[in-house]
Structure formats: C-alpha cells, structure tokens
C-alpha cells in the first residue's frame, strides 16, 4: 500500500483531454526515481511558486517514505502485490506531470506506462536508448496529446541563451568548425548504472547530448556520423570521439568519456572568429570571444538553480497547452537518438533494449 502523508482529491481520468491545459494554474508533479539526480532536481522544484510535489516512486517502500518526507510529497508509491510503484503513481489522478528520472534503460517502458495513463513527462537524458524507442515515446505523447520533453536544462540556462544570441548575432561570423569534449574518470563498475548494459551504460548515451548540444547552436543537427571508441570489459563505449558532420558543411569534433580528464568545454570557429564555453559544458559560466587578437569574456549569471530554468519551461508548455518545448523539441531528440544508433552501430555497442524493439505502429 501506498503511504499517503496527506489525501489529495482525483482530478482527472487516465487518458481524458487534460482539462488543466493553459488555465494557468499550479501543477502537481510525481517523481519517478529516487536517485540521485531525482534529490537535485526535486528540490529545486520548490522553487516554482505553480509547482507542488504530490507523489514519488520507488522500487522500494523506505526510499519512497524518505524521499517523500524529505521533499514534502503527499504520496509514497512503491513495488507491491497490487504493481509496481511507477504503475500506481501512473493511476493517481491528482498527479499532472512526471519528472521520469531512472536509468536510461528503463527509460521507454516507464514513460510509455506514464503517458498511456495520461501524464505529461519530463525524462532525463539520455531521453531512451534506441531510436525507435524515442519515436515511439514522441508518437505516444502526440497521439494522447500530452507534453513530452528530454530533460537537457543547459538549453533553458541564460548561459545558453546568450551564446546562442552571440553566435547568431554573427560574432564569429560564419561556423565553420566545432570541438566539445565531456567525461570524468569513473572506476569501471558494470553494475553502475554508469556502466550497465541493462541501465544502457556508456559515455555515449551518458554525456553526448551535452556536446551536441552546443555545436548544434552553430550547425543545426547532424546530417552524418563517424564514431570510433574504446569499449569496456562488458560492451558499452568508455571513450567515444564522433567526426560530425552538418547539412551546411560544417564539421564538428566530439569526445565523450568515463576514462579521463576533460576540458569540458565546447569550441566553434567561424570565418571571422572563435567562441569558447568557460566552466564546465553542461553548465557554463560564460564563454569568451575572440576576434584576431582581440579576446573578451561574456559571463551569464544563472540567478535561480539551474534546474528551475527547464522546469519553469515544462510548466509553461503545459499550462499554454504546449505539446513540446521549442527549445528543446523531439525534433532534436529524435535526431540525437538516431546518431545514437548510428554511432553504436559503428562502435559495435548492443544493448538489450535493441533486442526488443518496441512494437512498429
Ligand atoms: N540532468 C543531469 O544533470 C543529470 C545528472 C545525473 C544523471 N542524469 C540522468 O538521470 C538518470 C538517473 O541518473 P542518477 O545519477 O540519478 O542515477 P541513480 O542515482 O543510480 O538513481 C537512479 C534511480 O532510478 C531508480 N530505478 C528504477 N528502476 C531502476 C533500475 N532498473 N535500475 C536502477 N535504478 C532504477 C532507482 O530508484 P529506486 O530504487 O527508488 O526505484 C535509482 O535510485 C539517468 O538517465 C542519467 O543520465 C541527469
């Protein structure tokens, strides 16, 4: 049995035209996971005046409860006779969106009972693990006209937003070159969900959302992929560098990996000069601008946490009836979920999700 900290009334059927859309008003969130980005995000949560946390899920009852006590949610869902913890908190009517924050192998089958139920969802990165996967999540959310969105906050941080103003301003004139690399050393663990095949491990899925990201501000999205990598005991990409390249020509450098030291940084070059991130890639403190000999610093304050600025933008979406971020739309997603397979393919990296694919609609 659930742990109700407090009754909370049912508003809406599973599946029904979400009578809540862009009335404006607050949202109640459920929270699948009680992982350690799950704690991050969860608490910054607070942070929206139109945000309550109503439920969580867990596999397991004491990680629910403390979760639930930590956080202020109403209701504590876990693994039981009657279903597993994400199956019960998917019924409960009083919750309008999920912030889907699991491993990525489990990505696709959770949000799939989220968004059959009628939830709008938010998913961590990587969004899923195969391509088909991804499409057949965004079908999913469009068919039952609910919001969907992968949870890359970088995009949503004012950092982001200025370097994007910069470059399309014409700072560096024209783009021609990209280079961004992430990763950290990380002891190779084939049950961390940094390294398990179930948890669709790998620096690939983990990190190159990241760097992608960045050079797609000077690109677009990729038209091509060449991967090289070095795989772990187990299968998955420790260290992955992917040639990209673009529709207008241009071509981009990235390396993602669990075995070294990183500059954590994104670079482009452009005909008339060099844009540079400072800080860390995913969330910048600034970037500096060089033309001839000339270098300036352009530093961004992220004011709020970091996190708030993409929740901010999943509640806005879902209260003006928004099926998609414009900032972060499917369109990129899928597309990044397609160099994905692309890159894996290459690499010679198989998980079990590409054995069961979903079913074609
Ligand atoms: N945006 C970011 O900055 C950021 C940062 C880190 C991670 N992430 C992403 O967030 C996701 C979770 O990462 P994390 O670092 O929070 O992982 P984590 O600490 O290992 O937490 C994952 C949680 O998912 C739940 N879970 C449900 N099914 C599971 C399964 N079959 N195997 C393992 N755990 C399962 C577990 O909670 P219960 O035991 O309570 O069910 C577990 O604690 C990943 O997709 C990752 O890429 C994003």
Known sequence: ??????????TSEPGAPDPRLATGETLRWGVVSTGHIAHVVTAQLRALEDAELHAVSSRDAERADAFAREHGASVAYHDDASGSGVEQLAADGAVDVVYLATPHGQHHALARTLLEAGKHVLIEKAFAVTAAEAADLAALARARGRFLMEAVWTRFLPVYQAFVDHVV???IGTPRWAQADLGMRATFDPDSRLWARDAGGGALLDLAVYPLTWTTVAFGLP???AA???LAENGVDALSTLDVGYPGGGRAQVT?????????????????????TLGSLPNPTGFTLTRGDD???VRAATPAPGYTYQLREVTRCIQRGELESATMPL???????RCFDDARAQLGVRYPNDEAPPPSR
């Open 1 to 10: 049995m659930p742990t109700r900290f407090v009754a909370r009334p049912s």
């Open 169 to 171: 301003e014409g700072a």
């Open 223 to 225: 038209s091509a992929i």
């Open 228 to 230: 090289r990598g070095v």
């Open 256 to 276: 993602v990996s669990f075995t070294s030291a990183h500059t954590r940084s994104a670079t482009i070059g452009g005909d008339a000069g060099v844009v540079r």
């Open 295 to 297: 270098t300036r610093e």
């Open 331 to 337: 369109r990129d997603t899928l597309a990044f979920m």
